[in-house]
Every structure is written in C-alpha cells, then in structure tokens.
C-alpha cells in the first residue's frame, strides 16, 4: 500500500494537470443544496463538501440510454453491435457511491456477463473522497457500515485541513500518482491525524435506525405482512423517483428504436423501475405486483433481503436519495423503524 498527501495550495495545479490528461467528472454545485456529477477542468470549480449528488455517479457505468445496436436494412441484413464507452476520471465520489458501484459491478460480472458495462467500467479512473461528517438527516449509512472507505477506488482523499491524506489502493491509482509531480510522502503524523479523524468519525456516525447490519434481512422476513406496507403504499406514487437515483438499481428496458423509413434504428437499453404499474406485466394482462404496498415492499426486499441471499451483500448504501428524493415523503429510516416497533411491541 501507498500513502502520499497532497497541500490544499497544489489541488488546483493537480486537478489541472489530471484535465489535461483526462476527463474529470466531479461534484458541482448547482444551487439550493443540490449538486450533480460533470466535467471540471480547475478545483476551485469542484464542490468538496456535499450532499449525495442529485444522480449517482453510476450514470457513468450504466447510462440511462445506452445503444447496443444499430441496424439498416436498405441493402440487405447489415447489424452492427455496438460497444459504447469513454474513458474518464470521477473525482469525489463518496464511500456510500463507491458501494454503489461495487454493488452493480457484481451484478454484471455475473454470468452472463455484461461486456458493454465491462469494457465502460474497464475506462472509469474512481478517485473517492472521504465524508468527515453527515451529509444530512436522510443518510444512513452508519448502519449500513458505509461511512468508511472499504475499496472499490483507485485513490482516496481524505480532507485533513491544510491538506489531502491519500490512499493508492490499484496499480491504475499508482501510475497517476506516478505521472503527476504534485504529491508528498506521508509520515507517521500524517498517519495519526487520520486516526484522530476516524475516532471522531465512530462518535459521530451512529446507528441511524437502532437496527444491527445482521438483523434487517431477518426484520424483513418477519414484517412481510406487515400493515406497514399498505401504509406506504397508500402514500406511494409510483412515480419511479426512488429507484431512477439509488446507486444500485439496476434494472433495464430494451428498446427498438425504428427511424421514419422502417429500414434503419438502433436498440437501445434504458433505464426501468420496479416502481412502474407495468414492470411486473406478464403476457396476458397478469400483472404479479399490481398494488402500489407491493411494490413499495419488493424494492426493501430487493435491498436488503433478495440481494444479501443472492450476492451475500446489501444492496442499499445508506446515501438517502430514495428519501431525499420522494416527493410522498416516504422515507428509508422511517419505514425500518415502524417494522422494528412492530416485532419489538
């Protein structure tokens, strides 16, 4: 392993010297406590501290509209496949963003593996940032056990004041460092200034819900007819919000998209939600999760109970989008804990 730090003085210079090599995509602020993942080419245009961006950095390795193939039939059968990809660097991305994105990288390297996704995430640089205090009441990912870097990045940087701690963690990350004449070796009191930081990180990130990481696919289990999902459900719009911005939805449409002239197109796969009336319809009309409390249901089973059976691992980060986001106030933590009060009266 490698540590090196990097003064505040030089992150201009550095995120200069990384534009000129690569595109930067980072968090931005766009106003009114809202920031979003785009291009930088200068630090100063980079928000450092922030709320979960408004879209996970998870568009860059599962665009929302993505062409497979492309076709034209003028001449005959002429399909061409389609591999679409762009090589970039992600500047900031948040412990509970990069789970997000382990998360899916499971999913598609799982046979039958995805070789778009593969050959996209194969040209994505991650370089995440450490939070050093809440984002705000929505996030829950103490309990999640997310607040501290576990992998999943090329470098870390962690804010220490007048300068950056950070952690080399692939051989990718290390030829950047390598190329840039910017950093520093970090010493032994660097190293216990981020002890410091993490202690006070354990007195600030508490379990959010009151529920342990081990138990909830158990509470699941338990609450499954639970009155409490009629309750969400009632409230529920089905308006898709929750899932179109969670870090680890990945659930797709495919999509012929014929030009005017019926000889020429594209497929394209975009983006879908559990959340639609018309995801879980079948041929006939039959549709196996027609009411709002069921589908509302599927989507905290898939988090935290389908997945953990199926991957062996969580598929909520714990950023609080979903919550953040849902326009019926329908929120993670609050659920959680109407289902623990249930088994616990």
Same mark, same amino acid.
């Given at each position: 392993m490698k540590y090196l730090i990097l003064k505040k003085d030089r992150f201009n210079h550095f995120i200069g010297l990384v534009a000129k090599r690569h595109t930067i995509m980072a968090p931005v602020s766009k106003g009114y406590n809202s920031y979003v993942?785009?291009?930088?080419? /200068?630090? #100063?245009?980079? @928000?450092l501290k922030?709320?979960?961006?408004?879209?996970? !950095?998870?568009?860059?390795?599962?665009?929302?509209?993505?062409?497979?193939?492309?076709?034209?039939k003028t001449w005959g059968e002429n399909m061409n496949a389609i591999v679409e990809y762009e090589g970039m660097v992600l500047f900031g991305v948040h412990t509970c963003d990069?789970?997000?994105?382990?998360?899916?990288?499971?999913?598609?390297?799982?046979?039958?593996?995805?070789?778009?996704?593969?050959?996209?995430?194969?040209?994505?640089?991650?370089?995440?940032?450490?939070?050093?205090? /809440?984002? #705000?009441e929505f @996030?829950?990912?103490?309990?999640?056990?997310?607040?501290? !870097?576990?992998g999943g990045y090329d470098l870390f940087f962690t804010d220490l004041g007048d300068y950056f701690y950070i952690h080399v963690n692939t051989q990718l990350g290390d030829e950047v460092v390598e190329s840039l004449p910017v950093f520093e070796d970090a010493t032994g009191k660097n190293y216990i200034e981020l002890g410091n930081l993490r202690s006070r990180k354990r007195e600030?990130?508490?379990?959010?819900?009151?529920?342990?990481?081990q138990n909830i696919p158990e509470l699941l289990q338990k609450t499954k007819d639970s009155p409490v999902w009629e309750e969400v459900g009632k409230k529920c719009l089905s308006c898709g919000n929750c899932t179109?911005?969670?870090?680890?939805?990945?659930?797709?449409?495919?999509?012929?998209?014929?030009?005017?002239?019926?000889?020429?197109?594209?497929?394209i796969r975009m983006w879908d939600s559990c959340q639609n009336e018309a995801f879980a319809k079948v041929?006939?009309?039959?549709?196996?999760?027609?009411?709002?409390?069921?589908?509302?249901?599927?989507?905290?089973?898939?988090?935290?109970?389908y997945t953990v059976d199926r991957f062996a691992r969580y598929f909520c980060t714990g950023c609080g989008r979903c919550s953040r986001?849902?326009?019926?106030?329908?929120?993670?933590?609050?659920?959680?804990?109407?289902?623990?009060?249930?088994i616990t009266r």
């Open positions: 993942f785009q291009q930088v080419t /200068y630090g #100063d245009e980079i @928000a922030y709320i979960p961006t408004i879209i996970p !950095p998870k568009k860059y390795f599962m665009p929302q509209f993505e062409t497979f193939l492309e076709y034209d990069i789970e997000g994105i382990q998360a899916i990288n499971i999913v598609f390297s799982d046979r039958p593996k995805d070789f778009n996704y593969l050959a996209r995430k194969s040209k994505i640089i991650i370089m995440g940032l450490e939070c050093n205090e /809440y984002c #705000d @996030a829950s990912c103490s309990m999640m056990h997310n607040c501290l !870097p576990d600030i990130f508490k379990n959010e819900v009151g529920i342990e990481y179109n911005v969670c870090p680890t939805c990945f659930c797709f449409n495919i999509l012929d998209d014929v030009n005017l002239d019926l000889k020429t197109g594209r497929r041929a006939g009309g039959e549709n196996f999760r027609k009411e709002r409390s069921a589908r509302q249901k599927h989507r905290f089973f898939k988090k935290f109970k986001t849902c326009m019926a106030q329908i929120y993670l933590k609050d659920t959680l804990k109407k289902l623990k009060e249930e």
